[in-house]
Every structure is written in C-alpha cells, then in structure tokens.
C-alpha cells in the first residue's frame, strides 16, 4: 500500500520537475538570445574597433551592456528562485515519502526473495525471476511489468548488506554494481560510484577470505583513484597476508548464507514456499475431500460454503469464495488509514521484527458494517463466538516488497505472553481471509506438517491452534511466505478459549 502512495507522490514530485524546467528553459532560452546577439555584434560591426569608438551610439551600447546587461545576466536570481521553488514542492512532499528505513527494507526484502526462492541476483538485475535448474536459468515467474537494475540500484542493496557485516550478499550485489559502473558515465541522481563499489567489494571479499581478489579490485581502484592512503595501507596489508600464506583455490571460497537466529527450521520452510514439500493429494487419501458446508446453520442452507479439507494433522480447512470481492475491497479501504508496522509478541510486551515484515491495521465491527457481517458469517461456519473479548477485533495485514512472517505459532506458548490480557485464554483458532490474489509467492505454509497453501483470493484458512486440552499443537507451526510479485492483504480472526465451551463442534474436527 505503501508503494502505491509513493507512486502518488512521485507523480506530484514530476510535476514540480516539469514547471522547474519549463521555467529554466524559458530562462536559458533569454541567455542564449543574449549570447546570440552579443557574438553576432563581434562578428560584424565590432570587426573595425576605430569604427566602434567613433560611433558614439555603438559606444554607448557597448558600455550599457558591459555595465548594465551582463551584471543581470551573471547576477541573476531567476536560477535560484526557479530551484527554490522545486525545493519548496519536494519539502511539501517530504511527508509522504519514503523514509531510509522504507529503502533499506526493500533492499532488505530484494535479498528474501533472493534466498527463499533461491534467486540469481544476475537475473534480478535484468528483471526476471530466475532458479538455476540443471545447469540453466529457469523463470520461475514472468511479471507482466518489470525493470532492469542500475549500477547505483545494485550498489545500494550491496551496502544495505555490507553494513550489517552480510557479505555474503554484498558480494553478490557489489559484484553487479562494479559490472554495470565499468564502462559508464556517473549520473548525479547516483549515490555509488565505481571507485565505490570496487572499494567496498574488495573489503567484503577480503571479509569472505578470498585476499587475491580483495588485492586485484584494489590495484584497480588504484588507477582510478591513485592518492587514496587507505587503499595503498590495504593493498600493503592484502600483499603480506598472502606472502604469509598461499591463496585459498575457488573450491574452498564458496559463499556461505548467514546463520539465522531466529530461523531454526530455514530448510523446510524456504522449500515450502517454492512448492516443494509434500503437499497434500486428495485424490491419495479418501479423508480429504471436498463438499458444500452447512455446520447445521439455517443461515447456510440455501448458499452453503465450499468447503475444502486440506489436512487432518493439524486440521486445516480452506473456505472458498467466503467473502466477495466488494466485501474484501471494502475491508481493504478501510483499513488503509490505520495501517501501521506490524508486530510480535517481546516478552510481556509487542515490538517490530525483521522475521515479520508487514503492515497492518485493527477494525472493529461497530465501526464498519462489513465487518460485523464478516464476524456473523465466521461464526455460521464455525460455531464459535467470534464477539470480543472472546475474539480478537479483525487484524487487516498488508504484505509489500518481500513481504513475509517467518514459521510462528499464533497461540501464546508463554504465559507471560500479551495475548493473555483479554483475559480470554489463549488463541483457540486462526480463521485468516485472503482479500486478494498475488501474481507469485505468498504460500502460507506449515512447516513440521509439510505442505503449503497457495493465496486463493476472497478465500479463508481455518485451524485450531489448540488440542482439546488446551495444550498447543506444534504442527500449526506456520509461516507466510514472501510475496514475489504482487500486493497481499490478509484478514486475521483469532477466536479465544473462553466463551467458546459449548460452541466448539465436533462436526468441525472429527480427528480430535
């Protein structure tokens, strides 16, 4: 959402550009006239300077224009006020535009999509979505609108990675940055330079141990920038590490990803979000199928829902076309002015994370109508009572550039947790709405269950989180999987404990 807004605002920004330089080729267009006529007057009557001096109507035009005409031309303020102006209208932009933190996490989620769906930067650089697949390049998706990568672009990500000490992608990025800068003019919109880039890709090589390299992006740095002290001290310091010891063969130098912290099951999870786990076939095991559901509800019985069992272990089902499409729009708009930065439970408090990359909003049923029809509708198919406090108000979320949230239980497994504030329980259920379709990606997959469901639009995931004796179910461990290419919005209902004692139907699970 937040990338549309700045589609906007570029678009204003255009317009001050285009009134700037209307006004400065107004202003160069009186220059050149003057230029014009002061050459032509030395290419004509000014050849004879007795004649010049002896006309005293040529003399006093020569001495106006050398005291009067060129002091306006040179002391002009008609630059200064023309960029004044531009200024102003990007100040009044300011507001609205991406802040570094916005720029760093799509540099951030650029490198995501690079690794889970295990992506050549060498093709992101030229705009398509590329595996290596025995030995060739695959697309893995073909955008119906894309771009190719500057220099500059590929420079900025590389230092994003670089400065978080990541060198095994500011390898990557830096190595396409040199590549592209090599052979081209630097443009004053750029940041990077190829000095710069060859300098901080030296360094990241040396970090990843491959010094000879490090040596030979130096010695060249050299020819383009010989006065550089610190380059010479490193190329001092890389010439006698390798004196000291041989240098390392290729084999040995192969870059290494990161260790992730937070992200013990990485393998799994990455393949589920490229499709290649086990993913349920119904036709293999007569207990899933599909049919038109009631729950017993008069409400239901002359539209039922589409229902659709994707799993018994945990128990998951998918609710097709469960929302129509001016209800999920209606859902988007509104929460469009309260989106904020997601978060995730911190101990006894929430805080922002980079395993959940998102933005999202609360609605409430009696703020919005629809909203209350969509909580009625939750019930009908589910029995449960969805009205707070025994349910959570209806979470809006919105997934932009790599947008994702890594493998995550939504029940509290802490009883410090801030889930517990309601009062409520813990988080018996998760009923998640799909309020659009994405081009590619955006699975949401178990992970210990092994299997993925891809974004079904105005569709809806249901589970228990929860065993029948309140013990958490490891196997609902889940993650959402980064958007390749698209816009994603999900809505999350999540039914508490309490309040839901007579409600819980056996018909919903029959396994538990």
Known sequence: MSVKQAVFAERQLIDYLRTYLENEIQRLDDIKRFFSRVTSLHSGIYNEPSATIANPIVAFKLLKRLKSEWMNIVQSNEAEENLDALREGYRRMEGSLPKLEDLQGAAQGLMRLQDVYDLRVEGLVRGHFQQITNGNAVDIYKPPVSDTLSGDDCFLVGKVAYDSEDYYHSVQWFEEAVRLFRGTEW??????????????????????????????????????????????????????????????????????????????????????????????????????????????????LLQPIKRELISLHPYVVLFHTFVTRAEAKSIREYA?????????????????????????????????????????????????????????????????????????????????????????????????????????????????????????????????????NGQGNVNTLHAGCPVIVGDKWVANKWVHEYGQEFQRRCSLNPEE
């Open 187 to 300: 443009s004053p919109e750029n940041e990077g330079t190829l000095e710069d880039a060859l300098d901080h890709l030296a360094f990241s090589h040396f970090k990843t141990g491959n010094i000879s390299y490090a040596l030979s992006l130096s010695q060249e740095l050299l020819l383009h920038d010989p006065v550089n002290s610190r380059v010479h001290f490193n190329v001092e310091k890389y010439e006698k590490l390798l004196d000291e010891s041989p240098p390392v063969t290729n084999q040995s130098l192969v870059l290494k990803r990161p260790d992730s912290t937070c992200l013990r099951t990485r393998n799994v999870y990455e393949k589920l979000c490229q499709t290649k786990g086990s993913q349920p076939k119904h036709f293999e095991n007569p207990r899933l199928f599909c049919d038109f559901f009631t729950n017993g509800n008069p409400g239901l």
């Open 336 to 468: 469009v002015p309260g989106l904020r930065r997601s978060v995730v439970a911190s101990g006894v408090n929430q805080a922002t994370a980079e395993y959940r990359i998102s933005k999202s909003a609360w609605l409430k049923d009696s703020a919005h109508g629809v909203v209350g029809k969509v909580d009625r509708r939750i019930t009908m198919v589910t029995g449960l009572n969805v009205q707070p406090p025994y349910a959570e108000y209806l979470q809006v979320v919105n997934y932009g550039i790599g947008g994702h949230y890594e493998p995550h239980f939504d029940h509290a497994t802490s009883d410090s947790s801030p889930l517990y504030r309601l009062k409520t329980g813990n988080r018996v259920a998760t009923f998640m709405i799909y309020l659009s379709s994405v081009e590619a990606g955006g699975y949401t997959a178990f992970i210990y269950a092994n299997f993925s469901v891809p974004v079904v639009e105005n569709g809806a995931l249901f589970w228990w989180n929860l065993h029948r």
